[in-house]
């Protein structure tokens, strides 16, 4: 059993920042790759970011210099939202591909934590 927990959304002002965490915690052998990707109302789910367990990564064009996406530990990521915009709005999803104990690996997704920008 694995799970993702998210947290660290909330409603924020334009130009404004936050901190999204995400926690993988259970029988996992190694965490791969991690990424945030994000859905807004009427929208298809996106992928914002990206790191390899290596320390790589990758960005939606629409984030790019403005977010980063980070590891702080094997089994944890971050992402750091700055200059947050209107159109930034939306339920951020951490996933996780994971070699589980029994050593097949899969993919994972955290329950998503909302985040607003609104004045």
């Known amino acids: 059993q694995v799970q993702l927990v998210e947290s660290g959304g909330g409603l924020v002002q334009p130009g404004g920042s936050l901190t999204l965490s995400c926690a993988a915690s259970g029988s996992i052998f190694r965490t791969n790759a991690m990424a945030w990707h994000r859905q807004a109302p009427g929208k298809e789910r996106e992928l914002v970011a990206t790191i390899t367990n290596t320390g790589s990564t990758n960005y939606a064009d629409s984030v790019k210099g403005r977010f980063t996406i980070a590891r702080d530990s094997a089994v944890s990521a971050l992402l750091q939202m700055n200059s947050l915009l209107p159109e930034d709005t939306a339920v951020y999803y951490c996933?996780?591909?994971?070699?589980?104990?029994?050593?097949?690996?899969?993919?994972?997704w955290g329950q998503g934590t909302q985040v607003t920008v609104s004045s």
């Open positions: 996933n996780a591909r994971i070699v589980t104990t029994l050593l097949t690996t899969r993919d994972f």
